[in-house]
């Protein structure tokens, strides 16, 4: 049930979030080797940023879902308590090992991942006025890519070239830890 809860919550946001246009490239930004592009999805001031790696190639391409992938199956993605909390544990030694103090802001992470969890890409959407640092995105996308595989059930999602995910991340959970 809680899987399910997680699950119409990720799918609701990926459709709220999807109905704003981006507004044209703002600006590019880099950070310890990755570059990320900025666009926003309006110009009211509360409006979210989404910055993705410059280096990202499915940004614009289209997820296909086969007809014979259950649509049930994004449910079988592991984003529960314990997910999370392995997650955000990794995060947070991330962030100990570099010294750099944890922000007090919560993110949407999109993930683009393979059948077996691996992360290929992702993206991050965040208020405009978000106390998260290029550096914190750099971070956190550096720690999720080397040392963090989604679980899921890989069998769920045959045929597919990758699937797309987002999922909150509550960084005043992780520095909680």
């Known amino acids: 049930m809680k899987k399910l809860q997680i699950f119409i919550l990720c799918m609701f946001t990926q459709h709220a979030f999807g109905q704003d246009k981006l507004t044209k490239l703002e600006e590019k930004v880099t950070s ?4 990320y ?3 926003q999805r309006s110009s009211y001031p509360n409006s979210r940023k989404l910055y993705s790696n ?7 391409d289209l997820a296909i879902i086969p007809v014979n992938v ?3 199956a994004f449910s079988t993605i592991d984003m529960g308590k314990d997910e999370s909390k392995r997650r955000d ?6 962030f100990e090992l570099k010294s750099r103090p944890i922000p007090d802001d919560t993110l949407f992470v999109n993930y683009k991942i393979t059948r077996q969890g691996k992360i290929l890409e992702l993206s991050f959407l965040i208020k405009s006025n978000s106390k998260i640092s290029v550096d914190d995105l750099s971070l956190i996308e550096k720690t999720l890519k080397n040392d963090y595989v989604i679980k899921l059930d890989s069998k769920q999602f045959k045929e597919m070239k990758y699937i797309g995910y987002s999922a909150p991340l509550a960084l005043p959970g992780v520095k909680n830890l």
């Open 32 to 35: 310890d080797g990755i570059s």
């Open 70 to 72: 259950s649509r049930v």
């Open 54 to 60: 410059a280096s990202n190639k499915l940004d614009n």
């Open 37 to 39: 592009k900025i666009s």
């Open 89 to 94: 544990g990794l995060i947070k030694k991330s």
